[in-house]
C-alpha cells in the first residue's frame, strides 16, 4: 500500500472487517508508518472506550419478564395452515425477489451450459501454423514476420 | 543434344553475349536450391496485398550459404529493430522491446524432402515458360512464369539472376489476376566474407519456446489417423489440390488436426478440433458467413483468409491464399 489508508479503512481495520489483501496491506503499512498508527491507536482506544461504556450499561432483565414473554405465545397460535403459508409466500414482496432469483438462476445455468468455459484459440496461431507448414512449398517463404514478434502470449498460451 | 547446348554455351561465352538458360523447369529446380550455394546481403521488401488494403513489410538480410540467415526488420514501425537469425533449422525471433528471444524449432531434412515433392506437383500443375529478361537492382535477370494448367492464367512470375540463380523478385496474382504478394531482393551484394559473429543470438535476453507446431508430416494419413478422434477432410478442393503435409499439435491442451493442401504455389490449411474450443478472432475485423447453413466468421490477413464455423462441438478454421468463395466451398464439403 503506497497511499495512507482512510479513516473508513482504519475502521473497518480496527473491526476485522477488511478483505484478506487488504487487510493485510493495511497491517504492513501500519507497522511503518508512525501517523498512521497513531491514527489507529486513537481509532481502536475510542472503540475500546465505546465497548466498555456499552458492556457497562448491559442491564439483565428481572426474571419474571423472559418467562412471561415466552408464555404468552401460543404455539398453536404461531403455527399458520399451510394455505396461510402459501398465500404469505404468493405476497407480491415475497413472489417477485423469489421468481426474479429463480429467471437469473435458470438464465445462468442456461448459460453456463452453452457458454461453459470454452477453450478459445487466437486465430493468430492458425494464421502462423499455416505460414510455418507453408514453408515447404515451392518460392514460399513462409513466416515473413514471426508472430512471436507480435505477440506476448507463450507458445502454451500463458503471458 | 547436350554436346550442342554445351557449344553453343560455351560460344556463347566466346562471342560476349549471355548464355541460353536452360528450360524453365530446370532453372526454377536450380533457383530453389541456390541460397545453399550463395552468400550474400540486401534489403528485401515484401508486400501482401488483401481485398481492402496492403502491408508492407522492409528487412535486411544477410545470408551465409549454405544456411545461416538474418534478418532485421526495418519496417513496419512495430517491427523496427527487431531481428529474426535462422541458424539450420532453428530460428531466434529477437524481440528487442520485450527483451526476449523466442525458439522455433524446425526440421531441416523433412523440409527438403517436402520441398522436392512439392516441386512435383508444382510442375504437374503448372506450365513454366520463359518471359523476355529483365533488370533487377541492376542484374539481368531470367524471367518465368508460372501458369495453371487448369485455367492457363498466370499465377507467379518469378525473377531469377542469371548468374547466380537466386530468385530476386516474386510475384504472385490471385484466380481474377490480381497481384497479391510481391517479393523483390534490392541492394543486393553477394559476399564470401559476411562474419559468422553476425548470426550470434544476443545474450541476457529471457529465452523461450516458440509455438509448437508438431511433428509435420508427409504421410497425411498417418497424421489423420494419429489426431485421436475422427477427422475430417474435404470432399471438394479446387484443380491440382493435394494433401502435402500434416501434423497434430496440442493447443491449450486441445488436440488440433492440421492438414495442409497445395497446388505448388497456392496453399490452403484445414484446423479441427473436437473439444468445443473456438477460434478467437477479437483481435481482428471478423465478418459473419455461412458455411453450408453454419453460422460462420471470416478475417482477412493481406491475401490470406482465415474462415472458422462450428459444427456442435467440432470447430473448424481454414486458413489460405484463395478466394472466400473457394473457402466456404471447401469448408461445406468438410462438413458430413
Redesign the interface.
Known amino acids: 500500500m503506497k497511499s495512507h489508508p482512510s479513516p473508513e479503512q482504519l475502521i473497518d481495520y480496527s473491526h476485522g472487517e477488511l478483505a484478506p489483501g487488504e487487510d493485510a496491506a493495511v497491517l504492513l503499512h501500519l507497522e511503518g508508518c508512525v501517523p498512521c498508527r497513531a491514527r489507529y491507536d486513537e481509532e481502536a482506544s475510542l472503540s475500546e472506550a465505546l465497548r466498555n461504556f456499552a458492556h457497562a450499561s448491559e442491564c439483565e432483565l428481572p426474571a419474571g419478564v423472559r418467562a412471561s414473554i415466552f408464555s404468552a405465545v401460543d404455539p398453536s397460535r404461531v403455527q399458520p395452515g399451510w394455505t396461510a403459508r402459501l398465500a404469505a409466500w404468493l405476497r407480491p414482496a415475497v413472489a417477485i425477489p423469489v421468481a426474479a432469483a429463480v429467471l437469473i438462476a435458470a438464465f445462468a445455468g442456461y448459460d453456463s451450459a452453452t457458454h461453459r468455459s ?24 513462409g513466416n ?7 505477440t ?1 502470449e ?4 500463458t503471458q | 543434344m547436350a554436346r550442342n547446348s554445351g557449344l553453343a554455351f560455351f560460344a556463347a561465352i566466346l562471342l560476349g553475349a549471355t548464355p541460353a538458360p536452360p528450360p524453365a523447369a530446370d532453372l ?1 529446380r536450380e ?2 536450391t541456390a541460397p545453399q550455394r550463395v552468400s550474400y546481403v540486401g534489403e528485401v521488401q ?1 508486400l ?1 496485398i488483401g481485398p481492402q488494403h496492403a502491408d508492407a ?1 522492409i528487412y535486411r538480410v544477410e545470408h551465409r550459404a549454405p544456411d545461416l540467415t538474418r534478418r532485421w ?1 526495418m519496417a513496419p514501425q ?2 523496427y529493430g ?1 531481428s ?1 537469425v535462422s541458424r539450420g533449422s532453428t ?1 531466434y ?1 529477437i ?1 528487442v522491446k ?1 527483451q526476449r528471444v ?1 525458439v ?1 524449432q ?1 526440421e531441416d531434412a523433412d ?1 527438403e524432402i ?2 522436392r515433392g ?2 512435383d506437383i ?1 510442375m504437374n500443375n503448372y506450365n513454366a515458360v520463359y518471359a523476355p529478361d529483365e533488370n533487377v537492382s541492376g542484374r539481368i535477370v531470367h524471367v518465368v512464369l508460372l501458369n495453371n494448367k487448369y485455367t492457363g492464367q498466370t499465377t ?1 512470375r ?1 525473377h531469377i539472376d542469371a548468374r547466380t540463380n537466386l ?1 530476386l523478385e ?1 510475384q504472385q496474382y490471385a484466380t481474377n489476376g490480381s497481384l497479391i504478394a510481391q ?1 523483390r531482393v534490392e541492394q543486393i551484394r553477394y559476399t564470401n566474407s559476411i562474419p559468422a559473429a553476425l548470426f550470434q543470438i544476443p545474450s541476457g535476453m529471457q529465452r ?6 508438431g511433428q ?1 508430416s508427409t504421410d497425411v494419413e498417418q497424421v489423420i489417423s494419429s489426431a485421436g478422434f475422427d477427422a475430417r477432410v474435404p470432399k471438394y478442393l479446387p484443380e491440382g489440390f493435394s494433401p ?2 500434416g ?1 497434430v ?1 496440442s ?4 488436440p ?1 488436426l ?1 492438414l ?1 493442401y ?1 497446388d ?2 497456392r ?1 490452403v ?1 484445414l ?1 479441427q ?1 473436437e ?7 477479437s ?2 475485423h471478423a465478418i459473419s458467413t455461412t458455411v453450408a447453413d453454419h453460422p460462420a466468421h471470416y ?1 482477412e ?1 493481406g491475401p ?1 483468409v ?1 474462415l ?1 464455423w462450428a459444427d456442435g462441438n467440432r470447430h473448424f ?1 481454414l ?2 491464399e484463395l478466394s472466400l468463395a473457394e473457402l466456404e466451398k471447401i469448408g461445406a464439403s468438410v462438413l458430413p
Open positions: 470454452r477453450t478459445m484459440i487466437d486465430a493468430a496461431y492458425y494464421l502462423d501454423d499455416h505460414a510455418a507448414l507453408t514453408s515447404a512449398v515451392p518460392f514460399n517463404e515473413i514476420v514471426p508472430t512471436a514478434l507480435f506476448t507463450n507458445a502454451d498460451g | 526454377l533457383a530453389m515484401v501482401s513489410t526488420y512495430d517491427l527487431d529474426v530460428t525471433s524481440d520485450r523466442v522455433s524446425g523440409e517436402a520441398a512439392n516441386f508444382l507467379m518469378v530468385v516474386r517479393t523461450v519456446e516458440g509455438a509448437a507446431h509435420e502435402i503435409a501434423d499439435v493447443i491449450k491442451n486441445v488440433t492440421h495442409i497445395s505448388g504455389i496453399t490449411s484446423f478440433n473439444k468445443d474450443a473456438a477460434v478467437d478472432l483481435h481482428y478475417v490477413d490470406t482465415l472458422a478454421a486458413v489460405g
